[in-house]
């Protein structure tokens, strides 16, 4: 089997409209359904569920208190249009760090599962997300563990990256299968 990758210069926002044309591409070619985004103010979560209209599309924000104890950065607006086109908005715990962040801020200890998320980020900090989306959406219970589903997620703000996941719960972490990239930043 031979397909394409495409890389993009370096990661950024602007590549979000070409990121959400490929993996909406890929999905109709392969027959996935099922689709995560990584949306942090919920700006991408709000385009994506203009172009997956009639998809399972799950967006996953930053946990409340992210960057200000007791804020959610979702804004109002995007998470109307995203549950008028009919996308779920998962708000939960990150998966790749949760508590362990704590021990990092108070003690500056890097447990076991923060060094699972830096070692992903040699590849990409938007690999890292595609990851920890598909955990966070199949511990909810709100996409299939036994198919693929595409993930997109970005550096910062925006989309930069897609992969298309065998997504396994937080507790089967390593029967996680990376399936395919079908884009990212150098």
């Not at 997109?152 to 396994?168: E, N």
């Not at 390593?174 to 150098?186: A, G, Q, Y």
Request: charged share 25%; aromatic share 6%.
């Amino acid at each position: 089997m031979k397909e394409s990758i495409v890389y993009f210069e370096r990661p950024g926002k602007e590549w979000t409209d070409e990121v959400l044309r490929i993996s909406k591409e890929y999905a109709e070619t392969h027959g996935i359904k099922d689709i995560i985004v990584a949306s942090t103010t919920g700006e991408t979560g709000a385009r994506a569920s203009e172009i997956f209209k009639g998809y399972n599309l799950i967006v996953v924000t930053h946990v409340a208190g992210f960057r200000e104890p007791g804020q959610v950065e979702l804004l109002d607006e995007y998470r109307r249009k995203i549950e008028e086109n009919g996308g779920k908005i998962l708000t939960t715990t990150h998966a790749l760090s949760g508590v362990e962040r704590s021990l990092r801020k108070k003690f500056g200890l890097i447990g076991p599962v923060e060094l699972i998320a830096n070692a992903l980020r040699l590849f990409g900090e938007g690999t890292k997300v595609c990851v920890e989306i598909a955990v966070m959406a199949a511990d909810a219970g709100l996409i299939p563990v036994d198919k693929e589903v595409i993930c997109i997620a970005g550096t910062g703000r925006g989309a930069d990256t897609a992969m298309v996941l065998k997504p396994a719960h937080s507790s089967n972490f390593f029967d996680l299968r990376v399936r395919k990239i079908l884009c990212k930043p150098l």
